[in-house]
Structure formats: structure tokens, C-alpha cells
């Protein structure tokens, strides 16, 4: 039986950037369906007590950046470690994803996800501007205005709340996080875990 992996993933994590394209070719080498879920992780930080990132010590922000150098390195991804429009604003951007997932289906709405995560890290876009929303949208082959305005449906903001709080009663604190049955698996760094989590079927 193939299992199933709900991708929580926030579009502003480098992480989540970092981890994209290897948990999309995880789940097709494993034939296991993926289903993303871009909830709102200040939310999720709010109330399992995780910080963000501004209100973390000096100590850990300048950690973070010393990561993620070494984590561009080590993967061959060239993303900006402090990029320009980081972050910018999910309003927009998760609407359509979610709007996406559940009149499309998954895989177009894992696409624009990781299209808004490479724009932000790598190219040094604002994702939260409409018209730069736009083309993101327009660049994996869908119908822009089409598109902008099914995610305009507040019901989709509603349904990011609903999902976050499902993705809190799973226990998840921390972005990316890959759930698997009862397995949670948080961060990109853990993607060694997940592929033998899928392996063992």
C-alpha cells in the first residue's frame, strides 16, 4: 500500500526551500502521495513555543545564517542567506496554494508553493506583491487572473486556520515538518529519516 505525506511547509522557510525539490522526488521514487499544507507557523510558534525569527538571541539568528551557508554548500542551492524580501507577506500566496490543493490537486499547488519559496531565496522576489504573485503563478502554467481570484475565496483563509490547527493537534511545531502515519519528521535535515521511513512502506 503506498503511504501518504502531509508536507507542512511555510513559504517563507529556507528551510522548506532547501527540502523541496528532494521530498517531491522522495515521494514519486517511493510512490507515495504528498499533500501540502502551508499553515500559518507564527501561529504554530505562538502556542508550542517556538520564537520567531527576530525575537530569537543574537546567538541563534547568527547561527541560522552560519547554517545556512553551510546547507546551501552542501546541497548546491544557491539561495540568498539574508534575502530582500524576506519575509513577505503569506496572505496571498497560501491562499492560492490551498486553493489550488483542493480544486486542482496536489501537485499543482506543491508547485506554486516551491515556485514562491525559490523567488523569495533564490531570485530575490516579493511574493506578497500580487503582480510579481502573478507571474510565479503564470510561470508553472496556470492561468494567473484564473487563479488570484479562486484564492480570493475567504474560505481558503479559514481553511488555512482549520489546517493549522490540525497541524498543532498533530504535533507539529517547526517548519518543514513531513508527517508520515504517526511519524513526524521536522526539518530538511531529517529527509535521511524520512526516505527510510518510505523504504520500509
Not at 530582500?84 to 508553493?113: N, W, Y
Not at 487572473?145 to 475567504?154: I, M, R, S, Y
Request: proline share 5%.
Amino acid at each position: 500500500m503506498a503511504l501518504h505525506i502531509d508536507y507542512y511547509a511555510s513559504l517563507n522557510s529556507p528551510w522548506t526551500h532547501l527540502g523541496a525539490a528532494r521530498i517531491e522526488a522522495m515521494a514519486m521514487a517511493n510512490n507515495a502521495t504528498l499533500r501540502i499544507y502551508p499553515v500559518d507557523f507564527g501561529a504554530i510558534f505562538a502556542q508550542s513555543g517556538g520564537l520567531p525569527l527576530p525575537k530569537r538571541s543574537p546567538q541563534r539568528q547568527a547561527y541560522r545564517l552560519q547554517e545556512l551557508v553551510r546547507w546551501r554548500d552542501q546541497l548546491g542551492i544557491p539561495i540568498q542567506v539574508q534575502p530582500k524580501f524576506f519575509p513577505s507577506s503569506e496572505q496571498h500566496s497560501a491562499s492560492c496554494v490551498i486553493a489550488l490543493r483542493e480544486t486542482m490537486g496536489d501537485q499543482p499547488a506543491i508547485k506554486l508553493a516551491h515556485r514562491v519559496l525559490k523567488a523569495v531565496w533564490q531570485e530575490e522576489k516579493n511574493a506578497g506583491d500580487l503582480a510579481t504573485l502573478a507571474a510565479l503563478i503564470t510561470d508553472i502554467g496556470l492561468d494567473a487572473d484564473q487563479v488570484l481570484k479562486l484564492g480570493e475565496n475567504p474560505r481558503w483563509a479559514e481553511r488555512r486556520i482549520a489546517d493549522t490547527q490540525a497541524a498543532l493537534d498533530r504535533g507539529v511545531f517547526g517548519a518543514p515538518s513531513y508527517v508520515i502515519g504517526d511519524d513526524i519528521f521536522w526539518g530538511q535535515d531529517r529527509l535521511d529519516f524520512v526516505e527510510r521511513r518510505l523504504a520500509r512502506g
